[in-house]
């Protein structure tokens, strides 16, 4: 039997209620109302994840998060509850995955290698590589660059947008004061996505802006679901450099 949606009327009721008494029967209600979220940011994840990975498994790992959120969040703050419980939902997840260490040993060397290769030759030929480069920096050839590719696509579990997210939506949550940290952080990543292609620069302000699935955005720009994979990747760790860069540069 399915619920009715609450009014948000209901809803801001609710949280007054908790507010005042903690009562585990209002925050049931509050989680059986948010419990969309869970499955939503469950969902997005689990595109980024290889197939043997149990979206049911990040559902319930994002269930205690929802819970961890409403007992933490303080409703007299006038702050977006949704907001906040996003980062502690897609953290609770995360530190699931992490926990389980499903990155092979092997997969995971081949990231680091991918991910200086980039930032080298970013910093030795003022430009983004071509694919001909970076298979040479790498000393494989341009089939298997894009093979690794797809396989360091499908192990980032932290995309930069929820990695922005939770830098910049956290501080200003639990911090006021330092939102002007906040601010820089956006405009320094402002300037890392300067750095990219025409390609990439759509790719990421389609999957993170946008919010449409890979294979949706090759549907959009004509190309296969695999190519898209391609410069998400190369997107990603470019501006991983670039904000690792201006952090030691601070």
Known sequence: ???EALTPEEVRDLWV??????????????????????N?????LAIS???HVDTDDLKVSGYFGLMDAIDRYDYNRGNKFETYAGIRISGAMKDDLRSRDWISVSL?????????AIITLEGSLGRTPTDDELADELEISVDQLHNLEQQVSASTIIPLGEYIKSETAATAVNDPTKSLEAIEMKETLAKAIDHLSDKERLVVSLYYHEELTMKEISQVLHLSEA???QLHTKAIFKLRGFLANEAIEM
Do not use: F, W
């Open 49 to 51: 994840l290889p197939n």
């Open 1 to 3: 039997m399915l619920t």
């Open 227 to 229: 190519r898209i994979c």
């Open 40 to 44: 939503t940011i469950a969902g997005r």
């Open 108 to 116: 995971r060397q081949k990231i680091k290698r991918y991910e200086s």
């Open 17 to 38: 209620l908790y507010s005042q008494n903690k009562d585990i029967e209002i925050r049931n209600k509050l989680v059986e109302h948010y419990l969309p979220l869970v």
